[in-house]
């Protein structure tokens, strides 16, 4: 298994925790071995995802986005989508433990969770606000969360603290930093409790309205929100936030 996620074994519970960088900043490499140790989880484990303390995860790496040929924003967008599905395909319960900033990608992640705790940091979807399209499968796995929030949050584009995320249903719950492991631990470990079956089944229940909405979704979305990607116009945008976070590091 990749480095960049270190395996824990807690029993009925699989902790991965997300090991790449300060920030956890997304790319091909880190959402591949999120995607593979999802799948890769022993058959009735339940998981807790996590980052490392100080971020769960801040996002795509724009950084190295910018750096790389144009195709690669195509290859990164595809590999969010389907790290995004692993986990909410999982049949067993999967819980975000939220340690820290959990920004667009990020947030993504986070929201394909069964369940999400947060100890603190920031949570949000702000890509409109960098200038970037989301792809119609992320954008109904977050509405499967977010419901009629969904708008408020891609318009405005906010990140936003704990408190406020509790309100809008972006996570389940609020807990101190140095509860978080061991209250995640509980929660997984008490959902993998459950028949296993039985769990699948109530699952796939709660999701198949968002899972008929993704699979309407239209077979070239991803290419097209890849090729905006692309376009001079949001890649300018994209350089105008990587120069926005440097100033701020």
């Known amino acids: 298994m990749s480095e960049l996620i270190l395996i824990e074994d807690r029993g009925a519970v699989t902790v991965l925790h997300m090991q790449h960088g300060k920030v956890n900043a997304l790319d091909v490499d880190l959402l591949l071995a999120v995607r593979e140790a999802v799948q890769s989880t022993p058959q009735g484990s339940a998981i807790v ?13 724009l950084r190295a986005l910018l750096d790389a040929p144009l195709g690669y924003s195509g290859e990164l ?6 790290a995004c599905r692993a986990i909410f395909d999982h049949p067993r319960p999967v819980v975000a433990a939220v340690d820290g900033a959990a920004i667009a990608g990020g947030a993504m992640l986070a ?5 999400r705790i947060m100890s603190h940091g920031v949570i949000g979807l702000p890509e409109l606000r960098v200038g970037v399209p989301i792809p119609g499968v992320l954008m109904e796995l977050a509405r499967h969360v977010l419901g009629s929030h969904l708008s408020q949050h891609l318009l405005q584009g906010a990140a936003v603290d704990p408190e406020q995320a509790l309100a809008v249903g972006l996570v389940d719950e609020i ?19 459950m028949p296993v079956a039985s769990y699948a089944l109530v699952k796939q229940g709660l999701q198949a309205a968002a899972r008929a909405r993704m ?11 890849a090729s905006a990607w692309q376009s001079e116009e949001v ?8 120069e926005r976070m440097s100033k701020r590091q």
């Open 111 to 115: 929201l394909a969770a069964d369940t």
């Open 49 to 61: 995802l996590t980052g490392n303390g100080r971020a769960f995860s801040a996002g795509l790496d």
């Open 215 to 225: 699979n309407a979704v239209p077979a070239n979305d991803e290419a097209v929100v």
């Open 235 to 242: 890649r300018a945008a994209i350089a105008r936030q990587v």
């Open 175 to 193: 807990v101190g930093q140095e509860q978080l492991r061991d209250r995640a631990l509980a929660v997984a470990g008490d959902l993998a409790d």
């Open 77 to 82: 967008l595809g590999e969010l989508a389907r």
